[in-house]
C-alpha cells in the first residue's frame, strides 16, 4: 500500500517512522509546505523508503495530483484541512485517516465531526474508508472506550482523562502538540453527554482533580471539547450511557492565559486591521508559542491518556480506568522526540499498519470505537505503548 502523509511536523515525523517499519505500507510520499522539514523527515527512514514533495493543500488541484498516484492518504494536518482533504480523497479513490477534526463550524468556521460523519454514504459507495480521529485522543482513548464498554455488562458513564505532569526548559507558556488545536478546544463551549442529553458546558467552568497513576499523580484537569464527547454516545450508548465528557490537566498559568485570549476575543480566525495590515488573531497568538518540535529535549515528565468507565460488571458496580502513559525523557532518548508527539503519531500509524495489512475491512466513515480494541492495544503494544488498566474506587 502507498501512503501520502500531509503534514510532518512533531506528530508527522512519528507516524511517518512509524509507518516505515510496516513491510504492508510499499512506500511512503512526505509532503509539507516546507521542504527542509520533508527532508529532514525523509532522511530518518531506511534508504529508498520515502519519496518528498511539496504540497499547498489550498490548491484542490495540486492536492487532487498529490492523492491521485498513492492508495491511502494520512492527514497529519490541522484540523481545518480535513473537510478538504476527504473531498479530494472521494474525488481520487484514496483511502483516509485523520487524527482530530475541528468544529463547531458555527462558531470557528472550520468543518466539525458532524459534517465528517455525513460523508459516510459517498465513501461506503466508493468502496474507500475514512477513518477520522485516530490518534492517541481521539483515537486510542476511543478505543480504550470501547475495551472497556466490551467489558462491563451496564455502562452509565465514559470520560476521557488526560494528564501531563511534564515541565518546559526555557518556555512560560508551550503547548505539546498543536497549539492552534490546543487553544481553540479549549476555548470552544464543551460538548457533553448530561443525563442522556447532548448539551454544551461554558469554556473553562468545570474542573476537578484527579489521580492519575503514578509516576503522573494528581492533576486538576479542565474539561474542554472533544471528539470523544460526542464519539463515545454514537458508537457506545447501547448499554445505558448517560455520562460522556473529556478532561484535560491544564497548567495554571495557561488556564490563565487561556482567559485573558478569550476575554480579548483573541482565539477567532477572522482577519482584522491592524497599523495598515492585516492579521489573525489566533494566528498571531500561535506565533508567539513555540512549535512542538522546539520542544524535542525539553520536556521532562509523563503524560497520560485513558478512558474511565462506570457501570455494572459481574453483577457489581465498577470504575475501571485503561490508559497509556509515555516518558517525556525516555521517548526522547530512544526515538529523538517528546512524548506526546510519539503517542499520537504511533497510534495513529497503528490504524495505517493494521489498514495495510487488511486488518481493518470496515468502508465509510469509522470511528475508532468500530475496531476491535484488544487488537488495536496489540499493535499499540508493539511500539512503545503498553496499555494498563486499573480499578478505581466508588464515588459517594
Not at 83 to 101: E, K, S
Not at 280 to 301: A, C, M, N
Not at 363 to 370: F, L, M, N, T
Request: glycine share 10%; charged share 25%; aromatic share 8%.
Amino acid at each position: 500500500m502507498k501512503v501520502l502523509q500531509l503534514g510532518v511536523g512533531a506528530v508527522g515525523e512519528v507516524t511517518a517512522r512509524t509507518m516505515a517499519l510496516e513491510p504492508a505500507v510499499d512506500h511512503l510520499v512526505l509532503a509539507d509546505l516546507d521542504p527542509a522539514r520533508v527532508e529532514a523527515v525523509a532522511a530518518l527512514l531506511p534508504a529508498g523508503r520515502a519519496d518528498t514533495l511539496v504540497v499547498d493543500v489550498t490548491d484542490g488541484a495540486a492536492l487532487r495530483e498529490a492523492l491521485s498516484g498513492v492508495d491511502f492518504v494520512l492527514n497529519a494536518l490541522a484540523p481545518r484541512f480535513d473537510l478538504d482533504v476527504m473531498n479530494a480523497a472521494l474525488d481520487t479513490g484514496t483511502h483516509y485517516l485523520d487524527m482530530a477534526t475541528g468544529g463547531p463550524r458555527e462558531i470557528t468556521g472550520t468543518a466539525d465531526l458532524d459534517e465528517q460523519l455525513a460523508l459516510h454514504e459517498r465513501f461506503l459507495e466508493g468502496g474507500l474508508a475514512a477513518l477520522v480521529s485516530f490518534g492517541i485522543d481521539p483515537g486510542a482513548s476511543d478505543v480504550f472506550a470501547r475495551a472497556l464498554y466490551d467489558e462491563f455488562d451496564t455502562v452509565e458513564s465514559l470520560r476521557v482523562l488526560d494528564g501531563d505532569n511534564g515541565s518546559i526548559e526555557g518556555y512560560d507558556y508551550a503547548c505539546s502538540f498543536s497549539p492552534e488545536t490546543m487553544i481553540e478546544e479549549c476555548l470552544l463551549p464543551p460538548y457533553v453527554l448530561r443525563d442522556g442529553k447532548n448539551v454544551r458546558n461554558q469554556p473553562l467552568s468545570v474542573s476537578f482533580e484527579f489521580d492519575f497513576p503514578q509516576p503522573v499523580g494528581r492533576l486538576r484537569v479542565w474539561n474542554v471539547d472533544h471528539e470523544e464527547a460526542q464519539l463515545m454516545p454514537l458508537y457506545l450508548g447501547g448499554k445505558g450511557l448517560r455520562s460522556a465528557d473529556f478532561f484535560i490537566a491544564l497548567d495554571g498559568k495557561f488556564v490563565e492565559l487561556l482567559q485573558v485570549v478569550q476575554r480579548l476575543g483573541l482565539q477567532s480566525r477572522t482577519a482584522l486591521e491592524f497599523g495598515g495590515g492585516r492579521f489573525t488573531p489566533l494566528e498571531f497568538i500561535v506565533s508567539r508559542l513555540p512549535k512542538p518540535t522546539d520542544l524535542y529535549g525539553k520536556i521532562h515528565g509523563h503524560v497520560c491518556v485513558g478512558a474511565l468507565a462506570t457501570g455494572v460488571r459481574g453483577g457489581r458496580r465498577a470504575r475501571k480506568y485503561l490508559y497509556q502513559i509515555t516518558s517525556h525523557e525516555g521517548v526522547f532518548a530512544k526515538y529523538g522526540v517528546q512524548g506526546t508527539g510519539y503517542q499520537t503519531g504511533a497510534s495513529a500509524a497503528c490504524a495505517v499498519t493494521q489498514f495495510a495489512r487488511g486488518e481493518i475491512a470496515l468502508r465509510g466513515v469509522v470511528a475508532p470505537e468500530q475496531l476491535d480494541p484488544h487488537a488495536y492495544i496489540a499493535e499499540m503494544e508493539k511500539f512503545d505503548l503498553p496499555v494498563r488498566g486499573v480499578e478505581l474506587p466508588l464515588e459517594d
